[in-house]
């Protein structure tokens, strides 16, 4: 698998090749970027680490230059957010960004991920419905059928993830995800509303955190964590926690040798409408089928792939052959990249 050029870019953090070379003793990293860089190494590439602080736009052209980029799940997005600027300069000087940018972007942004739902207008995708909102005020305008779950942006194993029974506690948790102001923010608010009380004021939003409203689906026991990386999928079957309707975070997982029918298949549906490299998929089952929960392209845990025996892989004549191997992190993201890239270069020819 080669390329116009042989040269891959990895951008990494302010904690660099630091964080990476504790990986294996201390797990303070995804991937191990030396692992890395031999990986590619052995595929035809040679992998150069580029820390994000060091990026000029100035100094180096990134036309057409294949681009791995790493995420941010700090409080607040503040980190991210200056990601985002590099990342989004480096695609409009032409650089090659795996995955796209708008990948990058639903990362640590559920919202943004709905919206992607969205525009896939594909009818297996849709479930469940869920809603958008950037003010608390918004929502109240709206009506909203209960039981429905909440959601925070940003958050990672369950954590900003709330069921609400009624519109009443609807409103408490909307006003309580949605809180932007501080508490000086709110005297001061409340200072001039009082002040131009007579005055017509329109007062200021103090609940200006984007959330999002999604359909509760009743009796889930647990759902389907699936990492596909490229045409290897890796299965973990997630159980709610006792009392909980989540899975997520729960830490009690089970690697099925036997999936339930039409799960993989759904899984490969979801993947080839992204056009990614790899992507990590939550999925619940349900008598009516297979349902999307969440996904991601960028920062996903690995510990699905790497704690498997085995993964399943589609065949040509059809149905899915589990091959009992280990797999290392490193490796099998290498080779989903050069399968991007070689399937790119081919589209590009014909």
Known sequence: MTSSTNEIILLTDYRGAFWS?????????S?????LRQAFGRMGYQLQVLPFAEVSLRGRKFRDQPVLYHSSE???SHYKDYLEDVLLGIQLQGGRLIPPFHCFRAHHNKVFMEILRDLSNDPVMMRPQSRVWGTLEDFQACECSYPAVFKKAWGAGSSGVQLAHGREEGLRIAARFSRSASVMDVI?????????????YVPYSMHRQKFLVQEFIPGLQGDFKVLVYWDRYYVVSRNNRPGDFRAS??????????????????AQRVFNHFRVPMISLDIAMT?????LIEFQFVCFGPASLELSNWFFQRQE?????????????EVEFARS???YLALQEERNES
Not at 287 to 291: A, I, N, Q, S, Y
């Open 287 to 291: 008598d009516d089928g297979p349902v």
């Open 317 to 329: 004549q059809g149905g899915w052959l589990r091959k009992v191997q280990r797999s290392l992190p």
């Open 188 to 200: 001061k608010e409340h200072i001039k509303r009082w002040r131009r009380r007579k005055m017509g």
């Open 249 to 266: 975070g729960s830490g009690l997982l089970t690697w099925p040798e036997d999936p339930p029918g039409g799960l993989l298949e759904y």
């Open 21 to 29: 070379s504790l990986k294996n003793r201390w797990g303070l990293c």
């Open 337 to 339: 990249v050069c399968c």
């Open 31 to 35: 991937l191990d970027i030396e692992a």
């Open 74 to 76: 700090d409080k607040g």
